[in-house]
């Protein structure tokens, strides 16, 4: 069974940067290709930006570009989200997601992702 857990939100100001970190078990990492995703309270879970299973090829949400980056270890069964330049509308709860897909398969829906965290709190004060 595969487990995710993510860990790294916390509360932090506007302009500041956190890294968030998503830990997989129970199966190989490097098997699946991963996302993460944000939903904010009273809105729809949302595509942040995901990644294969090589790390080589990443995709990111039009709105996100510059100042989030997704990368993974393989060797630590670990992907990360580093996030620069908060800002409020930043705050969500932040979600990674495994898929079973192939390769190169990196979808940007949630429902094409067969495995989720339990989230973590991200809190952007201005």
């Known amino acids: 069974q595969v487990r995710l857990v993510e860990s790294g939100g916390g509360l932090v100001q506007a302009g500041g940067s956190l890294r968030l970190s998503c830990g997989l078990s129970?199966?190989?990492?490097?098997?699946?290709?991963m996302g993460w995703f944000r939903q904010a309270p009273g809105k729809e879970r949302e595509f942040v930006a995901n990644?294969?299973?090589?790390?080589?090829?990443?995709r990111y949400a039009d709105s996100l570009k510059g100042r989030f980056t997704i990368s993974r270890d393989n060797a630590k069964n670990t992907m990360y989200l580093q996030m620069n330049d908060l800002q409020s509308e930043d705050t969500a709860v932040y979600y990674c997601?495994?898929?079973?897909?192939?390769?190169?398969?990196?979808?940007?829906?949630?429902?094409?992702?067969?495995?989720w965290g339990q989230g973590t709190q991200v809190t952007v004060s201005s």
């Open positions: 997601a495994a898929t079973s897909g192939g390769y190169d398969y990196t979808p940007h829906r949630a429902l094409d992702y067969d495995y």
């Open positions: 129970g199966r190989t990492f490097s098997l699946y290709p």
């Open positions: 990644i294969n299973r090589s790390g080589g090829s990443t």
